[in-house]
């Protein structure tokens, strides 16, 4: 059972252009090749950018962390779908990803009945979208996110008494309120292994910032999730109107109502957190395994 996992300069190991949080890409390579090795199989890092033979005799390649995808989105699809062509099992699919990899696929979600948070969507955004989101939603502060982007790079957060009047986006782009439980709760992540929950954890931002990434300050720690939280991330997974995926991340916050919303369903190259899940890596190269027999 030979598994490719897509990489990255930014990722892989040995590169000398490696990430700050390329750590995290170790510590989920830790967790998944000794599960794997188990049951005889063999977990090889491969840069996304390595031509197709690269991935000669993978059974299945998972897409790990190519975390520079947004950058050039058209290629990396591409090599998605060559890789499928190939009749090499992708996970998730190229398809899944196409979808996913832009943020427009929320208001599909919406559509079937997952509870978002509210969202302008702009081709070009200047400031005066950020002031018409603001009367919109009747909020004093708004986020900006890149419509294709990870990992919080672009995004940025605007202030109704510090308006910046020459800020602009030059792609489309996502408006949202900024939630404050976002700070005084945490951000919450579900993670499911095969449509099944493996673990949950809150995410919280350093002080004085509101992007919960490790590579900004941002801190996690394992929870164990209310039945009604865990419903709700459970039901976004279910709505996805895909094959079931390999692995899905949940990323949810608390409205004002106190339900949760969905701000991201991470399908394309989403950290795992195998240290606040020790069961992931065993359960995934279960998962693994049943869908290369099953192929």
């Not at 699919?93 to 997952?114: C, H, I, M, P, Q």
């Not at 279910?238 to 949760?260: H, K, N, Q, S």
């Not at 701000?263 to 693994?288: D, F």
Request: aromatic fraction near 8%; hydrophobic fraction near 45%.
């Amino acid at each position: 059972m030979q598994i490719g996992f897509l990489t990255c300069p930014g990722t892989m190991p040995g590169s000398p252009t490696r990430r700050a949080d390329a750590f995290e890409h170790d510590v989920q390579i830790n967790a998944i090749r000794p599960a794997l090795e188990v049951r005889g199989g063999k977990l090889s890092e491969i840069d996304w950018r390595a031509p197709v033979e690269a991935f000669a005799g993978c059974n299945l390649v998972l897409i790990g962390t190519p975390w520079d995808y947004q950058d050039d989105e058209r290629a990396f699809l591409a090599k998605l779908d060559a890789l499928e062509s190939a009749g090499i099992l992708l996970c998730n699919s190229a398809a899944t990803v196409r979808w996913n990899a832009r943020k427009t696929y929320l208001r599909d979600l919406a559509e079937r009945g997952v509870a978002t948070i509210p969202t302008l969507w702009v081709e070009q955004p200047s400031a005066a979208d950020i002031a018409r989101a603001m009367e919109e939603f009747g909020c004093d502060a708004i986020v900006a996110k890149r419509q294709v982007g990870a990992g919080a790079e672009g995004q940025s957060i605007h202030h109704r008494q510090s308006p910046d009047a020459g800020w602009a986006m030059h792609q489309p782009a996502m408006i949202q309120p900024y939630l404050p439980q976002i700070a005084s709760e945490g951000e919450m992540s579900f993670l499911f292994i095969d449509g099944k929950f493996s673990h949950a954890l809150v995410k919280r931002p350093a002080a004085g910032d509101y992007r919960v990434q490790s590579l900004y300050g941002g801190t996690e720690e394992a929870m164990v999730p209310a039945s009604p939280d865990l419903d709700a991330a459970q039901a976004v997974v279910d709505a996805i109107p895909f094959e079931t995926p390999l692995y899905a991340r949940i990323d949810m916050v608390r409205g004002e109502d106190g339900a949760l919303l969905l701000m991201e369903a991470e399908l394309i190259e989403p950290y795992l957190y195998p240290r606040q899940g020790p069961e992931l890596g065993p359960m995934l190269a279960e998962a693994i395994a049943r869908r290369i027999g099953n192929k």
